[in-house]
């Protein structure tokens, strides 16, 4: 079964840049996705990547993706306080797939 | 993206009862899914929640412990049935439209005491 694996903290200091990694199994994912959950609150879609793609740039946020890999980073420039929460990456191996596979999501914290 | 709004935000029940969770999209969608998220984990698939005919489980979750319930195309419950302290998590209600990506309600914080 698909199997989706990021490590669980990182710290980092306000301004500088973080990177969240993320590490799949499935090599038939078709899209890739990041998501963030603020404490108390449900599931916010970040952004996400096609698997032909390798790279995607959002205004702070790059995701880079290496399918040899099967590995998925997420960069946030300038880290803010309020990017502090839990990072999930997941996937879904066919389009239109019914469910998403959830890393085990990555605690960010910044430190002021 | 469709708004998803969940009721109740959060509860605290009694073991032994049930609690019914509704989750209400400001739009039609194709999809609708219904979450686990235990605490510190993360999230796994409960159901499919198929317009008008029986949703669709997952390993591990039996329609006699969370029948869900989706009569059109903009509302869903889920009920947990019989409830226990291992049934203490964050219930989410997720949305899909086509082959967009889906969307997350805020979930509903269930604990039991």
């Known amino acids: 079964g698909e199997d989706v694996e990021q490590s669980l903290f990182l710290s980092v200091r306000e301004g500088d840049s973080s990177v969240i990694n993320c590490t799949y199994t499935d090599s038939s994912s078709t899209y890739l996705y990041w998501y963030k959950q603020e404490p108390g609150a449900g599931l916010q879609l970040l952004t996400y990547?096609?698997?032909?793609?390798d790279m995607k740039q959002d205004q702070r946020l790059t995701v880079l993706l290496n399918k040899k890999d099967k590995h998925l980073s997420l960069r946030i420039a300038d880290t803010q306080t309020g990017d502090s929460a839990i990072y999930f990456c997941?996937?879904?191996?066919?389009?239109?797939?019914?469910?998403?596979?959830f890393g085990t999501g990555t605690r960010l914290t910044v430190i002021p | 993206s469709a708004v998803i709004s969940q009721k109740p935000s959060r509860d605290i029940c009694q073991r032994g009862t049930s609690l019914t969770i509704q989750c209400q999209v400001d739009s039609q969608v194709t999809m609708m899914f219904w979450y686990r998220q235990q605490p510190g984990q993360s999230l796994t698939l409960i159901a499919t929640a198929n317009q008008g005919s029986e949703a669709t489980y997952e390993s591990g979750f039996v329609i006699d412990k969370f029948p869900i319930s989706r009569p059109n195309l903009t509302f869903s419950t889920l009920t947990v049935s019989n409830m226990s302290p291992e049934d203490s998590s964050i219930y989410l209600c997720?949305?899909?439209?086509?082959?967009?990506?889906?969307?997350f309600g805020d979930g509903t914080r269930l604990s039991i005491l």
């Open positions: 997720s949305t899909r439209q086509g082959n967009q990506p889906q969307h």
């Open positions: 997941a996937e879904s191996v066919q389009t239109g797939a019914n469910n998403l596979f």
């Open positions: 990547i096609f698997s032909n793609m």
